[in-house]
């Protein structure tokens, strides 16, 4: 498969990733080869095999049901380029 | 459980165009915030209301580096509703993250269960009046994380964000395209609701969007979804339009209406539905296009890294299974079969859980479903309403209510006094039996004193005696005047016995 020019600058905009239209072309062609290489690697039978989530047999870590953090609003707006009032601040988003 | 009331299935709506008739397929995805103390992936608290940013932990606000760790009880949550829908539960269930862009969610993806759900399929049957009901399917359940809050008018260019809902755990409740009209969608999110609530898995609060839904309307023409359920093809039904986020019952009922036929006059011009999502004003009464959202529908979901595959033991699940609540459906028919109620009396009593055990709490001190219902239903509810009270805030208790149907039972109070004794224990307090012996409530049962009454009634009254003897009717009159000279309290089963016996009738 395949990446052109078009679907590069589409997946780019998605990840909100800011790529020169110069760049563009080789992008592409990096994203092509990286999909080629998937391909090549979906030509092995894994038939019945389950996949693979962890190296380790581990199992997924649960908290209990308690509240054991917040309550530092002014540590979570610290970074935030405009803050107010308690909230983040950023330009008018309406639907 | 549901064996001793048999359902009947309703009709579908029918809306008539231009040219032709026309039938709606619904299916609906209701986000149900989970009950919880802390959210999905992190500590912090799910408490509404508090200031803003402050129940937002560095996970929730996706600061590098920060790892989610999950709320076992969220899970147990997401089973509990699962077995209460009669679903399969997924022992091996999985996370993905969906991923677009927008200021109240700081991740740049919503952690879902697109691949993998912790529920598979079950059902809800839709009351949709006594003897009438829709078996609707279940598709799935799955867990995910809330978004936060936009406020868009504290400031003309600017919009303020609260992290508070952020990460807060939701259930999805997905349903099949089962539901064949407005009425039944509604009926749809009440049962559903009401489950939940009986659960005690999501509060159900639509005000505050503990409970939102989507709704999915196609419209195809009569016969068409017969053959759909014949082979679950989609092929033959219409193109779904996705209402988006609506949270009262009044507002999901006038969207699929107005949907519905704006998709009948496209057809009807002959022109092609398209398959989109759309947002319903509740101040106009339309839906109109978000294109914005078309876009963003790319999702590139892909298996989360951070977490691994959730697994729980069948063990778990079973005991869960173990301490499930009875639900709508058993109660009331337990209270049709068990107490003796109308079907219509047991839904009234069932529709809240909290109502349900006021009623429960009622009978277990007076022994009769019959009366209580009655009592509850009308006497209290009445009041209740009068008052603009929800039964939490009942001035009444169960004891006290439960004490006053006693004292007619055992014909110490007669129907009439019992209505005085009801209003006095409301508004004053105390306990009915000490009540009424303090302010000389009692019917008179002592025969001496009741037969005194009809005695001096028949002396004072030589015409009305020569009329009853010719008409055994008119008993009732002395019978009345007697019980008024007692001032309500002589028991009337027994001065009508006197009277009758006293005149030789």
């Known amino acids: 498969m395949s990446i052109d020019i078009d679907t590069a600058r589409k997946v780019a905009h998605l990840a909100r990733i800011a790529v020169a239209e110069e760049n563009l072309p080789k992008l592409a062609q990096d994203l092509s080869g990286i999909l080629t290489f998937m391909e090549q690697l979906n030509e092995v039978d894994v038939e019945g095999v389950e996949p693979m989530t962890s190296v380790t047999p581990m199992r997924l870590k649960r908290r209990e049901d308690v509240v054991t953090d917040g309550g530092y609003a002014e540590k979570i707006l610290k970074n935030a380029p405009d803050a107010r009032e308690g909230f983040f601040a950023v330009p008018k988003v309406v639907e | ?505």
């Open chain 2, 1 to 505: 459980m549901l064996d001793h009331l048999s359902y009947k299935t309703p009709e579908p709506k029918v809306i008539a165009g231009a040219k032709a008739d026309w039938e709606l397929v619904i299916g609906m995805e209701v986000h149900a915030q989970v009950s919880s103390n802390a959210k999905l992936f992190s500590g912090a608290s799910t408490g509404f209301g508090a200031e803003p940013n402050s129940h937002v932990a560095f996970v929730d606000a996706a600061m590098p580096g920060m790892l989610p760790v999950i709320n076992e009880f969220c899970i147990a949550q997401a089973v509990k509703t699962g077995l209460g829908l009669k679903a399969a539960i997924n022992l091996r269930s999985a996370f993905d993250r969906k991923n677009y862009f927008y200021p109240d969610l700081p991740q740049g993806y919503q952690i879902s269960q697109l691949y993998h759900p912790i529920v598979g399929e079950g059902e809800i049957l839709v009351d949709m009046g006594p003897g009438v009901a829709r078996k609707v399917r279940i598709e799935r359940i799955h867990l995910e994380q809330d978004a936060g809050k936009s406020i868009h008018d504290m400031d003309p260019t600017m919009s303020f964000v609260d992290l508070n809902r952020t990460g807060v755990a939701l259930m999805e409740i997905v349903s099949r395209p089962d539901i064949r009209g407005p009425e039944e969608a509604a009926a749809y999110v009440v049962k559903l609701r009401q489950i939940l609530r009986y659960l005690g898995t999501c509060d159900g609060n639509m005000q505050n969007g503990n409970l939102r839904c989507d709704v999915n309307v196609s419209v195809c023409r009569p016969g068409q979804y017969e053959k759909y359920q014949e082979t679950q093809d989609f092929s033959h039904l219409g193109t779904r339009c996705e209402l988006k986020n609506m949270n009262s019952m009044r507002f999901i009922q006038a969207a699929i209406d107005y949907e519905a036929r704006r998709q009948i006059a496209i057809l009807e011009d002959g022109g092609v539905v398209v398959q989109e999502t759309r947002l319903y004003d509740p101040d106009k009464n339309e839906t109109r296009s978000m294109r914005s959202k078309e876009e963003a529908h790319d999702y590139r979901y892909f298996p989360c890294p951070d977490l691994l595959p959730l697994e729980i033991e069948q063990g778990w699940v079973d005991g869960i299974a173990a301490a499930m609540p009875e639900l709508p459906d058993e109660k009331k028919a337990r209270f049709v079969d068990a107490l003796g109620l109308s079907e219509y009396d047991a839904s009234v009593l069932t529709a809240e859980v909290e109502n349900a055990d006021y009623f429960e709490a009622v009978v277990a001190v007076c022994d009769d479903g019959k009366l209580a219902a009655n009592w509850v239903i009308n006497e209290l509810f009445g009041r209740l309403k009068k008052d603009g009270a929800e039964i939490d805030a009942s001035p009444m208790s169960p004891a006290q209510l439960g004490g006053i149907i006693t004292l007619i039972k055992s014909g110490d109070i007669s129907g009439k006094i019992a209505k005085d004794l009801f209003e006095i224990v409301y508004t004053e307090g105390g306990d009915p039996a000490e009540i009424v012996t303090a302010r000389g409530m009692k019917q008179v049962t002592d025969l001496g004193a009741i037969e005194a009454a009809v005695d001096k009634i028949i002396a004072e009254s030589p015409a009305e005696v020569e009329k009853a003897k010719a008409n055994p009717k008119l008993v009732g009159w002395f019978v009345g005047q007697v019980i008024k000279a007692s001032g309500g309290k002589a028991n009337p089963a027994a001065v009508k016995e006197i009277v009758a016996q006293k005149l030789g009738i």
